[in-house]
């Protein structure tokens, strides 16, 4: 015998009356969906997270999605014929390679989510941080550590930059309106560069001008585990800090979490580290009582 759906109205129906909750806490909240190069690639998580974003909308949230695209740099860098050179382990973005990424990530890259959305029903609108002087950049300045003398030194990473002001008023109007922004971390500076910047901390900046209530980073990992590999459903940003120390949270997940913490600072309600592969990440995170993955939150007062 074949098998079949075993769901029913009375479950689908149950299902929703467990959700109701939940949308009514972030009905006309601010949500950033920091959309990870890690986590696009797979058609079908990629219409599943589309599903999310357009639902989120319907529910009454404002979604807004800041998306990256590393991997997807560096293959058209190769495809061109552009040799990337990197220090302290970031690439150096020359002038010809920060044509490349803004190409990458404003064009190609940043209209694909727009039309998986749009796919859905929804109506979003591709940005960057240049459109509605949203987003302004200054040059990063990077400290990299010599492994074999252990001196520090300066580095000069060419256009990349940091976000130096975010102008929120253009986000304010989509918010009120039918729109759904997709922000690639691409803006100007005041010397007229452009410059290319990292999208969880442009992601970060979004969220804080906005006081987003929920920050959700999309990875390629569950969230924070602790040291018997279980995940960590909810850190306070000293006990983030405790972890750090005592080495429970380390490797690439160090940054992932100082991130986070430097979003709580700029005004985020909460950040939250999920895996990006996981079906309906973003959903599960908000509209379920276990959620998705590791929220840090402020320290009580």
Known sequence: MASRDISTPATEAAILADALPY?????GKTVVVKYGGHAMGDAALGKAFAQDIALLKQSGVNPVVVHGGGPQIGAMLD??????TFEGGLRVTDEKTVEIVEMVLAGSINKEIVALINGQ???AIGLCGKDGNLVFAE???KTVRDPDSNIERVVDLGFVGEPAKVDRTLLDQLATSRMIPVIAPVAPGRDGHTYNINADTFSGAIAGAV?????????????VLDKSGTLIKELTVSQARGLIEDGTISGGMIP???TCIAALTRGVKGVVILNGKTPHAVLLELFTEHGAGTLIVHDPV
Request: no cysteine.
């Open 23 to 27: 949308m009514q806490r972030y009905a």
């Open 79 to 84: 495809r061109m014929g552009i040799e990337s």
């Open 121 to 123: 029903g929804a109506w």
């Open 139 to 141: 040059k990063a300045q």
């Open 211 to 223: 006081a987003a209530q929920r920050l959700l980073f999309l990875t390629d990992v569950p969230g």
């Open 256 to 258: 992932k979490v100082e």
